[in-house]
């Protein structure tokens, strides 16, 4: 019976081989964080086309935008209740509770579609408050989460001026957005137009840093 001949490896080949899965590895490594954070990005892109086309038909019906804060809202829903507000994350947490309303021509938008499992977050811990917006469940004081598990930042132009309105991340770690500077964000350098007109909403992206739309912030104007 005829014998098979096998030939084994050499070591240089050997060599060859683990340089050639160590050069695949080192790519691997460097190309998989990229890949994620631009599916990230992209996410963020299409929440943020979600929420702003949801905020659109919001003042279709109501003939204005989400506000900035509770006393606001309750006005808007024709309401003299006290909201309870800590005023951290508000103008977030206003937009909440006005796209998720139950009465006017409410919900806003489809919660399974947009608010999956972990989007609704309330990283300043706020407490529940008066239902003023007939809201879902318990009137608690969410955020909607960007993918990188930080509020959204949202604020109703109109209502912005020279204030100052304070958000807290993830971490627990807060960012205090400069109404004045915004507006100077949004202003075309060219006409002199706003490009955000009535409202603006935006990620601050994986950095973590507000950078008022630039940077790797995802904006609703860009």
Do not use: H
């Amino acid at each position: 019976m005829r014998r098979q001949l096998r030939r084994a490896f050499t070591l240089v080949e050997i060599l060859v081989v683990i340089s050639i899965l160590g050069l695949l590895a080192g790519v691997l490594v460097v190309a998989i964080p990229s890949v994620f954070s631009e599916n990230r990005d992209r996410v963020a892109q299409t929440e943020i086309t979600l929420v702003k086309s949801s905020v659109d038909s919001f003042y279709r019906d109501l003939q204005t935008y989400p506000p900035n804060t509770f006393a606001e809202v309750a006005r808007v829903f024709k309401s003299n209740a006290m909201m309870t507000d800590n005023n951290i994350n508000s103008p977030a947490e206003s937009l909440m509770f006005c796209l998720r309303t139950t009465g006017a021509n409410g919900p806003y938008f489809n919660e399974q579609e947009v608010l999956s499992d972990g989007k609704l977050v309330n990283t300043d811990n706020d407490k529940k408050t008066q239902n003023v917006s007939n809201v879902p469940g318990e009137a608690i004081p969410f955020e909607m989460a960007d993918p990188w598990g930080n509020p959204y930042l949202y604020l109703n132009l109109k209502q912005v001026s020279a204030r100052s309105f304070v958000f807290q991340k993830a971490d627990g770690s807060r960012i205090t957005v400069e109404g004045k500077k915004l507006l100077e964000a949004l202003e075309d350098k060219e006409t002199g137009r706003q490009r955000a007109q009535g409202f603006a909403l935006w990620s601050i992206g994986e950095n973590g840093i507000n950078e008022y739309g630039e940077g790797d912030d995802i904006a609703s104007w860009r």
